[in-house]
């Protein structure tokens, strides 16, 4: 099976589920799908009162968001520390060099990408799931 119908196969079977059959006022569903596209995955289904919806977006997204910063934090300081012993020289270019080069190296860069792809599986999923609401 590739990976498209997989994906497809999952977004099918999350939004057959009961939980999509619900009516809601078209400005309350416009404003939701807004909060939940530009504030954070999830806001919008707290906004239909759908908490438990909301803290599943939100808590994946919470958790992806986590993961991809605390990797950020760790190459920024590895490089800090070179530039610091004099291992690295003050360039622009050769840092980002050397970030590129550490992003694509290692077993963390695996987890990283994971995190990525959950963080916009989370933003997008809690975007169509406000969007196959109905209005009343």
Do not use: C
Not at 69 to 81: D, F, P, Q, T, Y
Not at 83 to 95: K, R, S, T, Y
Not at 97 to 104: N, R
Not at 115 to 134: D, E, P, T, Y
């Amino acid at each position: 099976m590739s990976g498209k119908a997989l994906g497809s196969l999952l977004i099918s079977a999350f939004f057959a589920l009961p939980l999509i059959v619900e009516t809601v006022d078209m400005n309350q569903k416009l404003k939701a799908i807004i909060l939940s596209a530009l504030v954070f995955p999830g806001s919008g289904q707290f906004l239909i009162k759908r908490p438990v919806l909301g803290g599943i977006f939100a808590g994946l997204a919470l958790i992806s968001f986590s993961i991809i910063l605390m990797a950020m934090v760790e190459r920024s300081l590895l490089i800090a520390e070179k530039i610091q012993l004099g291992e690295i020289p003050l360039d622009i270019e050769m840092i980002t060099g050397l970030l590129l080069q550490q992003q694509t190296a290692g077993s963390s860069s695996y987890i990283v990408n994971i995190a990525w792809v959950m963080l916009l599986l989370a933003w997008l999923i809690s975007i169509i799931h406000l969007s196959l609401v109905k209005p009343e």
